[in-house]
């Protein structure tokens, strides 16, 4: 099967001396929901700004459907589209001019475009919004007015980064919905999350990047099978200062009064308790919440 | 399958929307050379202009209406460019154009039709208004005012251009216009003919470059100029080829817009 992107041995250093990328590859099945996580600074907006031309790579290889996107790139651009994590309209457009308008720029005229707009605003519930001035939308309506815009020339893959960053649970949900719709019709998609649920939602398979290099790049269901965490969120009684080393348990503290637990699913979590107790950490309350594991989730990958 | 990619469309829709945002912004971009030129006429013209008496053999006022047409088309060409560019540039919808398989060349020619636009029709405006001042005014020779009305519109549009592409800060988009433009257009002949002036401020005024500009353009409205036409226009020409040739290099390179 064609991979709808491939890169290889990616290297980007910023102007200042920052390596970003220190040499990465990975390659994304043609029709794939593909997961890029990874903590903040890790590279993955580099990546995606390399990948549409916004940043400049210092070597390496992009293929997007098997079109090397140096040179000569109309037909690798036409296919991409791509929702950048920052806000990147014109705040004093109306909404629906500047979706045309980024129509006009694929080479798609006024008239064409249209109904096209028409059909992806309504999907996104952005309709009735189409004639105000796009600073005046909410967050979570700009998050649906980028969407629309990187859509609007109906690009073969489509990629998200952090899609959902700032947005509630309701619209993250209709999001998901609607990303796997696009998927299902033949749309590949690469979407980069802190979330690991939001990973474990959507995509099959899965990247973890992590200081500039791929640290892990299989199927989403392998890896949380041969994870096989669950994690936990403890609220203490009393701040501690650093994260208690117990055998078998990795942990962390996020702050002095929340500490994160990775804990096997065949372990029992009493003895975690037990150990806690043993060094006089008292827990006041404690949640389930695989969310946060995703700094730990990256230490054990690493490992 | 193939999707085709249409250039023109791409062009039209980057013109349009230029052309689309100084006529949104009317009252900053329109209004204010109408009114700074009526004054000029009204003060430089009616008022102090009859006690001047000739220049070039021409009425005062009627001297001055080539030059500041000139001095309103570079202003406007040269702003439009720089602040709509900058403005891009610094919201980051660059990347929505950056993204798209716009050439740079398409990219560029697209911000200086939008400056060109505005200089013509700013150029359009303020001859109007010379006119309710000096209504008698005839164009001495047509195709040569409207050839260097639209290169003057070119030139420094794509001048606008490299301001943008360097600019960091807003500051950087109005120090060239205030401290070398405007200067030097002021300098270049617009109110007085360099016959009037000594001969060593006359040679110095040679090397501006704004004086081929400002009396080519007066030789098409008036049939008078300071300077060899075919000299001035070579080195318009020039001019825009060596820009041109520069913006596309710096926009292939990324300088400014990608990091
Ligand atoms: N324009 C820039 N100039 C210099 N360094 C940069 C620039 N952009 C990013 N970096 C650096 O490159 C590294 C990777 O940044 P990048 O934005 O790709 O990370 P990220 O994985 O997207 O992080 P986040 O989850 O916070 O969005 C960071 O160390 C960052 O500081
Ligand atoms: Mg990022």
Redesign the interface.
Same mark, same amino acid.
């Given at each position: 099967m064609a991979f709808a992107l491939e890169i290889t041995d990616l290297k980007k250093t910023y102007p200042g001396g920052v390596e970003a990328l220190k040499g990465i590859s990975f390659a994304v099945n043609e029709g794939d929901f593909y997961a890029l996580l990874g903590p903040n600074g890790a590279g993955k907006s580099s990546t995606i700004g390399i990948i549409g031309s916004l940043v400049t790579k210092s070597s390496g290889k992009v293929k997007i459907f098997d079109i090397d996107t140096d040179g000569n790139n109309e037909q690798a651009k036409m296919m991409l589209g791509v929702v950048s994590q920052e806000i990147n309209f014109s705040q004093f457009e109306k909404v629906i001019d500047i979706v045309v308008t980024q129509a006009g720029f694929y080479g798609i005229s006024k008239s064409e475009a249209l109904p096209r707009v028409e059909s992806i605003f309504k999907r996104l519930g952005l309709w009735d919004k189409k004639d105000v001035q796009a600073r005046t939308l909410s967050g979570g309506y700009k998050r649906r007015l980028m969407i629309a815009k990187a859509l609007v020339h109906e690009p073969k893959l489509l990629i998200l980064d952090e899609p959902t960053a700032g947005v509630d649970i309701e619209l993250r949900r209709e999001m998901w919905t609607f990303l796997k719709e696009i998927n299902k019709n033949g749309t590949t998609i690469i979407l980069t999350t802190h979330y690991l649920e939001e990973a474990e939602q959507l995509c099959r398979n899965i990247g973890i990047i992590d200081g500039g290099k791929i640290v892990a790049n299989t199927g989403m269901k392998d890896l949380l099978g041969s994870l096989n965490v669950q994690g936990y969120v403890f609220d203490l009684d009393s701040p501690l200062s650093e994260a208690p080393e117990i055998e078998g348990f990795p942990l962390k503290l996020e702050d002095p009064l929340t500490l994160i637990a990775a804990v096997n699913k065949d372990r029992s979590i009493n003895a975690l308790f037990e150990k806690l107790s043993e060094k006089g950490i008292k827990v006041k309350s404690m949640r389930n919440e695989s969310n946060r594991l995703e700094e730990l989730f990256i230490e054990m990958v690493k490992k | 399958m *193939? *999707?085709?990619? #249409? /250039?023109s %469309?791409?062009l039209? %829709?980057?013109t349009i929307?230029e052309i689309r945002r100084f006529l949104r912004i009317w009252v900053q971009t329109l209004v204010p050379p109408a009114v700074t030129m009526s004054l000029y006429f009204v003060i430089f013209g009616s008022l102090i202009g009859p006690r001047i008496g000739s220049m070039d053999g021409f009425d005062y006022i009627q001297f001055m209406i080539p030059g500041l047409i000139m001095l309103s088309v570079i202003t406007n060409s040269y702003n439009n460019v720089v602040s709509s560019f900058y #403005? /891009?540039k610094f919201? *980051? #919808?660059?990347?929505? @154009? @950056?993204? #798209? $398989?716009? $050439?740079n060349w398409v990219i560029l020619l697209g911000f200086v039709l939008g400056g060109v636009a505005r200089g013509i029709l700013i150029g359009c405006i303020v001859f109007c208004v010379s006119l309710i001042f000096y209504p008698d005014f005839t164009v001495a020779n047509p195709p040569l005012t409207i050839l260097v009305l639209v290169l003057t519109a070119v030139l420094f549009s794509l001048m606008g251009f490299i301001n943008a592409v360097f600019a960091d800060s807003f500051d950087d988009i109005s120090i060239i216009p205030t401290f070398i433009l405007t200067p030097l257009i002021y300098l270049g002949g617009v109110f007085y003919s360099i016959n009037i002036l000594p001969d060593m401020w006359r040679n110095i005024s040679m090397a501006n470059p704004m004086l081929y500009v400002v009396n080519t353009f007066r030789e098409g409205m008036l049939g008078v100029s300071d300077v060899s036409i075919y000299f001035a226009l070579g080195m318009i020409f020039s001019f825009i080829g060596i820009l041109t040739g520069s913006c596309l290099y710096l926009l292939n390179k990324?300088t400014g817009i990608?990091?």
């Open positions: - | *193939k *999707k085709n990619f #249409s /250039v %469309t791409a039209w %829709t980057l929307k #403005s /891009v919201q *980051k #919808s660059i990347e929505e @154009l @950056l993204i #798209s $398989p716009m $050439p990324g990608r990091q």
